[in-house]
């Protein structure tokens, strides 16, 4: 499953704090992490360069291919959008299940993505596209256009982030 996560893929200490800090406030467990920066990598090598050839066809199948790879899989491809209703703890209702894959599409073709990262992604969570994950895709894509993280990868690195215990001495 980890095809992004090399055995020279290298994370810093802030990385891989940052990845155990957006789990545990998800309320996932410990080996959601791994996954987490799988995404993290699938995007620092995918979503950097506007003008790059893309791996998938479009942004809408880059974020729902995302969300397969921070969900460990349990995202199908098959199905990319959730199938059942939503309802905030504000009362708001997320996108019609019927109309998510219309309003996804019309929303990676707007520009937003590249214009308005933070627009882009209040209209994202609206929609609340996907069955499990959305907040961590979310997060992933708003760091990943963050210029400044995208440059500065200084600190204490870990060798191999599959080693034993590397969640526990970033902690």
């Known amino acids: 499953m980890y095809a992004y996560l090399s055995e020279d893929t290298n994370f810093t200490k802030a990385e891989i ?5 957006q789990c545990q406030r998800q309320g996932e467990p410990a080996n959601a992490v791994l996954p987490f920066l799988e995404g993290w990598e699938y995007a620092r090598q995918n979503f950097t360069e506007p ?21 460990d899989g349990r995202h199908l491809m098959s199905k990319p959008y959730r199938v059942t209703p939503v309802v905030f703890a504000n009362g708001n209702v997320g ?56 440059n500065e990868r200084t600190g204490f690195i870990y060798d191999n982030p599959k080693e034993e215990g590397w969640i526990d001495r970033a902690s």
């Not at 704090?17 to 800090?21: L, P, Q, S, T």
Request: proline share 4%.
């Open 17 to 21: 704090r940052w990845a155990i800090d």
């Open 51 to 71: 003008n790059k050839k893309k791996m998938l066809g479009g942004l809408s199948d880059q974020i729902s291919y995302l969300s397969m790879i921070v969900t």
């Open 95 to 150: 996108t019609s299940p019927a109309h998510i894959p219309r309003t996804i599409y019309q929303l990676c073709q707007s520009g937003l993505f590249t214009e308005d990262i933070h627009a882009f992604l209040i209209e994202y969570l609206k929609i609340h596209p996907l069955e499990d994950g959305n907040g961590r895709v979310a997060n992933i894509l708003l760091n990943r256009q963050n210029v400044q993280a995208m």
